[in-house]
């Protein structure tokens, strides 16, 4: 992996959303941004304009002791052949985000599952009705504090 | 040389048993255990096993695998399809138990809490014996005048 790609596109980023990086990491040739929310979707758009254009993946994860939520856009790069992996911290209490729909349409369907399995709202995204779940009344089910044995117990095993 | 002749039917039972029609419904493993069936290997073209397009067409659902909340509605959809003598055939500990998703938030746990199973096959997947255990099984009921649902 040719460190040089990596630095131009440190660079490139960096020079303009300083504050907004939080931390950049290169690892075994993967990128690994932290960035704050208010600033992802304008850097997101940037790391499409540098190459990356193909989106994997949106996936979430529950920090909940923090009190929040992480969501990582997992980005290729199909002439630098680089992986760049985004990260953003929101709160668990109001998990609001602006969708990506506008750069990528392919995170619609993401969307839609991190919709219905962490209850995060994405802001601009057309459709976020279920997706694998049929009338779901509990909390999203991802969420750490879902007790998925309880709530088994409950539904398939009480009397 | 009789032996070589084709046997006469005896009766409806008789008939019917030796053409049985499926509709799969796919769900997992088991229908991984299956596909010898389909293949030339255990080829189940020789007991008049036809894996058929519509439920319309199909006396026989097998449920392959476990069952999710959202599949089990659809299942019941196939079901309600079938023509009268249907027969249900469940594949595997999942549709049975739960089998490793016993604590799954979104697999049913019990397939005959649905619709109902004449025929339950063990394992984790089953092997094809047993699956071909199981289908001469039902082809002697059928032939011995159970008639299904």
Excluded at chain 1, 76 to 104: G, M, N
Excluded at chain 2, 60 to 69: F, R, S
């Amino acid at each position: 992996m040719a460190t040089d790609k990596l630095e131009e596109i440190k660079t490139a980023v960096e020079s303009r959303f300083g504050d907004s990086i939080l931390s950049f990491d290169t690892k075994d040739g993967r990128i690994v941004l932290k960035v704050s929310a208010q600033a992802s979707h304008e850097v997101l758009s940037l790391l499409k304009d540098l190459g990356f254009e193909h989106l994997s993946d949106v996936t979430g994860t529950d920090y909940i002791k923090d009190g929040e939520f992480e969501i990582a856009y997992h980005l290729w790069s199909h002439a630098k052949k680089i992986r760049a992996i985004q990260k953003i911290r929101i709160s668990r209490e109001s998990p609001v985000v602006k969708s990506i729909v506008d750069l990528w349409p392919g995170a619609q369907i993401h969307e839609r599952e991190d919709h219905e399995l962490f209850g995060i709202d994405f802001v601009g995204n057309p459709d976020l009705s279920p997706l694998f779940l049929e009338d779901w009344k509990e909390i999203p089910p991802f969420r750490k504090d879902f007790d998925t044995r309880e709530y088994v117990k409950r539904r398939y095993y009480g009397d | 040389m009789s032996k070589l002749l084709p046997r006469p039917i005896r009766s409806k039972g008789d008939a019917a048993a030796n053409s049985l029609w499926v509709i799969n419904y796919f769900t997992a493993c088991g229908f991984m255990e299956l596909l010898p069936w389909v293949g030339s290997g255990y080829d189940m073209e020789r007991f008049g096993i036809l894996a058929v397009a519509t439920p319309r067409h199909a006396d026989v659902l097998i449920v392959a695998g476990y069952v999710t909340e959202k599949a089990v509605s659809r299942i019941k959809r196939i079901y309600d399809q079938m023509a009268s003598p249907k027969y249900v055939m469940a594949l595997g500990s999942c549709p049975m138990t739960g089998g490793m998703y016993w604590d799954s938030y979104s697999t049913v746990k019990r397939i005959d809490k649905y619709i109902p199973v004449d025929l339950w096959v063990l394992g984790c997947p089953p092997k094809p014996e047993n699956i071909g255990h199981g289908i001469v099984m039902a082809m002697n009921a059928i032939k011995g005048g159970f008639g299904g649902h």
